[in-house]
């Protein structure tokens, strides 16, 4: 089941909308209506302004997206989330010069977009006139077009400035990234811009405490695990490049067949190490029988039933020779614990969160074991 919505789709990148959006016209009803005692007059102006706002956002991430496309990287989807838009790219460059043209493609967007609001201000006058900013201000929650005019305009300088911010998971993270790595390697170029980010985040966190600013402290800790994350990721990166799911997955998988039942399943729990199950017929592979799901079926159903009814058979299975960073980023982004590894219709094993650990911190302690290993003995399963 999919959690966002297809609104339309451009140069066949589709533009979709979370199911959380609908929380934000909400929040604006009542922060633009209630809150001001502006009234529905009020609640209109809200969400004239937070539907253009999101326009301005589609507008940034497909800066992005199609910097990215230019330089032949593909782009999944455009989600718009109540806090923002997310262009999902197929792969992050680790080449400075393109990933610091793609980061900057979103804020750019916004400065082009600043600098055609004002030549519509000079030639249509579309932001009013007024004697005194005092007298703006008390206009920005009126429905007319000045109004909405100042305020989008207001609000697209922020966006820009905002990304701009030298911090993990803002664009401006990437930028300092970028730069720092046409200097030094591209590992070391993250953890300096993670600290700095994070450092950032800090101070953020401690001026919001500091002015009673809630708001502030979120943010502070959003950029904070976001940058700790990214950190995170390109160390993984790191330390898997060149290895393959051949070098982490568990040969000795004891499969089931589909008639075996729920409760022969829980009993090779408590007796083995395997909490997960691939179901076989013969060599081929027809399921896969996670913990989660022997969980979930044994609350819906008597031990008693086939594992066959119960399987899930959607599970898309990886080959040995694939990437296994790539596998540990599907597993993350789906949110699974193990895959299948199957190769020319043969079932040879299960590649799980806890294998792909394991040859992270092997591989971290000593780089150049994992390749060796892999040259002599290779286990079957049985
Ligand atoms: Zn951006």
Avoid at 149 to 173: R, S, T
Avoid at 271 to 299: H, M, S
Wanted: hydrophobic share 50%; net charge negative.
């Amino acid at each position: 089941m999919r959690d966002s919505l297809k609104l339309f789709a451009v140069r066949g990148i589709n533009i979709r909308l979370h199911i959380t959006f609908p929380l934000i016209l909400i929040w604006v009803v009542l922060q633009f209506g209630l809150l001001t005692g502006q009234g529905w007059d009020g609640a209109l102006f809200g969400v004239i302004v937070t539907l253009l706002l999101f326009g301005i956002v589609v507008l940034h991430e497909l800066g992005h997206s199609i910097a990215a496309q230019n330089y032949g990287i593909g782009v999944q989807e455009i989600v718009l989330l109540p806090i923002g838009g997310v262009a999902r790219l197929e792969t992050i460059p680790e080449n400075p010069r393109k990933e610091l043209v793609i980061a900057a493609a979103g804020p750019a967007v916004n400065f082009a977009l600043a600098v055609v609001l004002l030549v519509l201000d000079a030639v249509f006058g579309l932001g009013g006139r007024f004697d005194s900013p005092e007298q703006m201000v008390a206009a920005m929650t009126t429905v007319s077009v000045p109004a909405i005019f100042n305020y989008i305009f207001v609000v697209n300088l922020f966006l820009a400035l905002f990304n701009l911010i030298p911090a993990f998971p803002m664009d401006g993270g990437r930028v300092l990234r970028a730069l720092l790595a046409t200097r030094m390697d591209y590992v070391r170029a993250t953890a300096i811009a993670v600290t700095i980010g994070q450092s950032l985040a800090w101070l953020m966190g401690l001026w919001g405490f500091l002015s009673g600013a809630f708001f502030l402290i979120l943010i502070a800790v959003f950029i904070y695990l976001g940058a700790g994350q990214e950190g995170q990721m390109v160390q993984v990166r790191h330390v898997l490049r060149g290895l393959t799911v051949r070098h982490a997955y568990s040969r000795q998988t004891r499969a089931l067949p589909p008639d075996a039942t729920l409760e022969d399943a829980v009993q090779h729990i408590l007796t083995g190490f395997q909490t997960d199950f691939p179901v076989c017929t013969g060599e081929r592979l027809v399921g896969l029988l996670t913990y989660k799901r022997i969980v979930e079926a044994l609350n819906e159903h008597q031990p008693g039933k086939v594992v066959s009814a119960v399987m899930l058979t959607d599970v898309q299975p990886v080959a040995p020779d694939d990437d296994l960073f790539k596998a540990q980023r599907r597993m993350i982004e789906e949110n699974v614990d193990v895959l299948p590894v199957v190769e020319g219709g043969r079932f040879l094993g299960l590649l799980t969160s806890h294998d792909v650990n394991e040859v992270y911190l092997l591989a971290s302690a000593q780089p150049n074991l994992l390749p060796n290993l892999e040259k002599t003995g290779v286990m079957r399963s049985g």
